[in-house]
């Protein structure tokens, strides 16, 4: 009942920028942890930021000053803004949520889910 979709990806120029979008559906009641990955083909997937519930950041150190992270809680959103963009930076980029708690079908419970993963969109940086 819970599923993460990411958008706002595509063909960009080095140099460039582009804000991801990461949209939590279901019947949510708090995310505690959000967070941006991406993989490249061949390559292991690789962690890029993290923002919790109470806004706390933590930035890859190699990221830091090219990339935002933020989120609104009041729509289960989560944008990664990327400027400077680099040929580096093309490849698969992954939403991420953790100890996701959410309604039951009836409404009288709340559960606690784990590690749940967008499909991921695409990022091309080229000229």
């Known amino acids: 009942q819970v599923q993460l979709v990411e958008s706002g990806g595509g063909l960009a120029q080095p140099g460039g920028s582009l804000r991801l979008s990461c949209a939590a559906s279901?019947?949510?009641?708090?995310?505690?942890?959000m967070a941006w990955y991406r993989q490249a083909p061949g390559k292991q997937r690789e962690w890029l930021a993290e923002?919790?519930?109470?806004?706390?950041?933590t930035v890859e150190d190699s990221m830091v000053g090219r990339i935002t992270i933020s989120r609104d809680n009041a729509k289960n959103t989560m944008y990664l803004k990327m400027n400077s963009l680099r040929p580096e930076d093309t490849a698969r980029y992954y939403c991420?949520?953790?100890?996701?708690?959410?309604?039951?079908?009836?409404?009288?419970?709340?559960?606690?889910?784990?590690?749940?993963w967008g499909q991921g969109i695409q990022v091309t940086v080229s000229s």
């Open positions: 923002i919790t519930a109470g806004g706390f950041i």
């Open positions: 991420n949520a953790d100890q996701v708690k959410y309604y039951s079908d009836s409404g009288d419970y709340v559960y606690t889910g784990n590690n749940y």
């Open positions: 279901g019947r949510i009641f708090s995310i505690n942890s």
